[in-house]
């Protein structure tokens, strides 16, 4: 899904932005992609100047942009307080070290993404549950594994 950028510099020509699982978000002008030009992106703006739009961090869960520097500017609606209560259910796998913590992350992420799709909300509690279950299972299936080919 897109969101609108709102600037008084864009009221024409229309800024969105397209959120993505891992990594930087897309930027769009009227639809059309525009191409990332070192950790920047360069747009015209309604009076055809060039605008620098930058995103605020490559893995941020609130995504937000500068336009020449200014303030940052939140794309996304606020995610509501229960969403956090999912997000953090994964956790506990910190506490297993890499494998922990890379089962965990990815679920923590996969699971706020969920929330922001538009899927209705017992669809998003269960797919919520799901990701969760399985990152404690692969943690858990990988876990033994490394420990019965070390023999301990």
């Known amino acids: 899904m897109d969101y609108p950028i709102v ?12 959120p993505r699982l891992f990594g930087r978000p897309l930027l769009f002008r009227n639809g059309e992609e525009v191409p990332l030009k070192w950790l920047k992106h360069e747009v015209e703006d309604d ?4 605008a620098e739009v930058r995103f605020a961090a490559a ?7 500068t336009i020449d520097g200014g303030p940052r500017i939140a794309i996304l609606p606020p995610l509501p307080w229960y969403t956090y209560l999912f997000a953090v259910l994964p956790f506990p796998l910190f506490t297993g070290g890499a494998l922990g913590g890379f089962c965990g992350g990815v679920a923590v992420v996969v699971t706020l993404n969920l929330f922001r799709s538009q899927a209705s909300l017992p669809v998003k509690i269960a797919s919520a549950l799901g990701t969760t279950g399985i990152a404690y299972a692969l943690y858990f299936v990988v876990a033994a594994a490394l420990r019965g080919s070390m023999g301990v």
């Open 7 to 18: 600037h008084e510099r864009f009221q024409k020509n229309t800024l969105t932005v397209r």
């Open 47 to 50: 009076e055809g100047r060039v």
């Open 59 to 65: 893995l941020d869960l609130q995504p937000r942009v």
